[in-house]
């Protein structure tokens, strides 16, 4: 009997340890998240929360919702990122613009009131920060790049522009937008997301202006544009081998012009085999 009363006894003792433990490492934390209606706080409240993980629980009125999470087991910026990819600004992440577009039209919020908190160049230091504590889930996505597509059919475009092929460069743009639209938001890391939805804009509408036209001067003129939001995606995810950044200083006018080579090498891309060595490695970009 006194056995069975010890036992008891370190049980509860056990019991109110794990219920401490579970109240030191509970958050609560009141963000703003942009959304108009009941089917909004539905879509967001199940994206944001997980069992035992975290929970949400958003106002359709004032446009605040009250996180409530396991800092052992998730963050702010986790719960708000998966609330992003389902389309709905946030005062970390934006939404994809084709999710966006993709909401019922009674939840298409106003975007002319997003909120530009934390997308921006400060929070971009975030790519060079320790993620250490993310979830296991997050470490084996990045693993796989899920950004490899896009990759290969930049490189693609980049060496029908050293051959001069205007029609190859345009058909290799056209298959550079198809990767990005096919790239699964939902496996980028954080870091990877953040930058990721920075450029995006601009890597459309470089890649869609080399698509429509067949005009190397105009493909190469927009070139140098992709380059450069390349490279910022470039420099945070995960690389299967080095790249080179390179610099032609006689391009662009005279201003010089960037571009990426997955061989050291030159080959320009903006002159071909008129000057085809011109230029020189900048930066070596490695795994």
């Not at 009363?5 to 509970?26: F, G, R």
């Not at 035992?52 to 990122?81: F, H």
């Not at 869609?208 to 067949?214: E, G, L, R, V, Y």
Request: net charge negative; proline share 2%.
């Amino acid at each position: 009997m006194k056995s069975i009363k010890i036992i008891s006894l370190v049980l509860m003792a056990l019991s109110i340890t794990s219920s401490y433990a579970q109240s030191k490492n509970q958050k609560s934390e009141n963000v703003k998240i942009l959304g108009n209606c009941n089917m909004c706080k539905s879509t967001i409240e199940k994206a944001g929360t997980i069992d035992n993980e975290a929970k949400v629980d958003w106002d359709k009125d004032t446009k605040i919702a009250t996180l409530t999470y396991d800092s052992l087991k998730t963050s702010k910026d986790d719960i708000l990122k998966r609330i992003a990819l389902v389309g709905y600004d946030n005062e970390s992440f934006l939404a994809p613009e084709d999710t966006y577009l993709n909401l019922p039209s009674c939840c298409q919020y106003d975007r002319a009131e997003q909120i530009s908190a934390n997308i921006d160049e400060s929070k971009s230091d975030m790519a060079f920060m320790d993620h250490s504590k993310h979830s296991n889930k997050m470490i084996e996505v990045q693993e796989t790049n899920p950004l490899s597509g896009v990759y290969d059919s930049y490189f693609a475009i980049k060496d029908a522009l050293v051959k001069t092929d205007g029609v190859l460069a345009s058909t290799n743009a056209k298959m550079l937008l198809k990767t990005i639209n096919e790239v699964k938001m939902d496996q980028l890391s954080m870091d990877v997301h953040m930058v990721w939805m920075k450029v995006l804009k601009n890597l459309k509408e470089d890649a869609a202006t080399i698509a429509d036209t067949k005009v190397i001067g105009k493909q190469r003129g927009h070139f140098d544009s992709l380059s450069k939001n390349i490279y910022e995606i470039m420099k945070v995810s995960k690389q299967e081998s080095p790249t080179y950044y390179q610099f032609c200083p006689m391009a662009n006018n005279g201003k010089g012009a960037n571009w990426l080579s997955k061989e050291e090498t030159i080959k320009n891309p903006y002159y071909g085999s008129q000057m085809m060595s011109c230029g020189k490695t900048v930066e070596t970009i490695e795994e």
